[in-house]
């Protein structure tokens, strides 16, 4: 009998993070980002550290922890809840894949969808995930209970996504963009230099012989 991994994992979820005779819906990979957008529009929350967030729901990372160097310096960070920080996700330093922490609070929320957003190796993924991110932390409701310290980190953020974050990933964006469309012009131009120099062209007559 073949084992769906899928499915494995979503069973043993459901077993691990029932509540209150409710099973939380299990997140894939497909999950919308742009949900983190509209922070006041939902309806169904949970209260977690005294402040009402929207329902946490278990997620399991693709993207390994980085090490090294980058994870030695990561540590110098301040760390914020169980999410903001550098290599930091489920209240855990370079530890497991899967997340099973809730936010603290709105802050906490924003750096957990975030963190999602950034399970990609693609840089305009990443810069995705860097304006959503922004666009979360700037419409906190203005009911939620942050703590100063929360208040603190969330205007940090703000700042450092405005003015270095956002235009660096933006900038090595439209660098990997540019090299693609010169490898691409490339390709083109060796091929009509091939043609007018007049290389041979093979038909499939040529290539089934």
């Given at each position: 009998m073949k084992l769906d991994g899928s499915k494995f994992l979503n069973a043993a979820e459901s077993l691990l993070f029932r509540k209150n005779g409710r099973t939380n819906q299990v997140l894939s990979n497909g999950i919308l980002l742009s949900d983190a957008e509209a922070v006041g529009n939902h309806v169904q929350t949970s209260k977690q550290g005294g402040c009402p967030t929207p329902t946490f729901v278990p997620y399991t990372a693709t993207v390994s922890w980085h090490t090294g160097a980058r994870n030695l310096f990561s540590r110098f960070f301040p760390r914020y809840g169980n999410y903001c920080g550098p290599n930091y996700s489920s209240g855990r330093e370079s530890g497991s894949l899967?997340?099973?922490?809730?936010?603290?609070d709105w802050v906490d929320y924003c750096c957990y969808r975030h963190d999602m957003g950034y399970d990609a190796y693609d840089q305009a993924q990443l810069l995705d995930a860097d304006h959503h991110f922004l666009k979360c932390l700037q419409?906190?409701?203005e009911t939620a209970k942050i703590s100063p310290m929360g208040a603190t980190?969330?205007?940090l953020y703000i700042l450092g996504l405005q003015s270095f974050l956002?235009?660096?990933r933006g900038f090595l964006v439209k660098k990997i963009e540019e090299a693609k469309r010169r490898k691409v012009r490339g390709a083109v131009g060796i091929v009509k230099e091939l043609r007018e120099n007049g290389a041979?062209?093979?038909?499939r007559s040529d290539m089934n012989s």
């Amino acid at each position: 009998m073949k084992l769906d991994g899928s499915k494995f994992l979503n069973a043993a979820e459901s077993l691990l993070f029932r509540k209150n005779g409710r099973t939380n819906q299990v997140l894939s990979n497909g999950i919308l980002l742009s949900d983190a957008e509209a922070v006041g529009n939902h309806v169904q929350t949970s209260k977690q550290g005294g402040c009402p967030t929207p329902t946490f729901v278990p997620y399991t990372a693709t993207v390994s922890w980085h090490t090294g160097a980058r994870n030695l310096f990561s540590r110098f960070f301040p760390r914020y809840g169980n999410y903001c920080g550098p290599n930091y996700s489920s209240g855990r330093e370079s530890g497991s894949l899967h997340w099973d922490k809730p936010p603290t609070d709105w802050v906490d929320y924003c750096c957990y969808r975030h963190d999602m957003g950034y399970d990609a190796y693609d840089q305009a993924q990443l810069l995705d995930a860097d304006h959503h991110f922004l666009k979360c932390l700037q419409k906190i409701p203005e009911t939620a209970k942050i703590s100063p310290m929360g208040a603190t980190y969330q205007n940090l953020y703000i700042l450092g996504l405005q003015s270095f974050l956002i235009p660096y990933r933006g900038f090595l964006v439209k660098k990997i963009e540019e090299a693609k469309r010169r490898k691409v012009r490339g390709a083109v131009g060796i091929v009509k230099e091939l043609r007018e120099n007049g290389a041979p062209s093979m038909n499939r007559s040529d290539m089934n012989s």
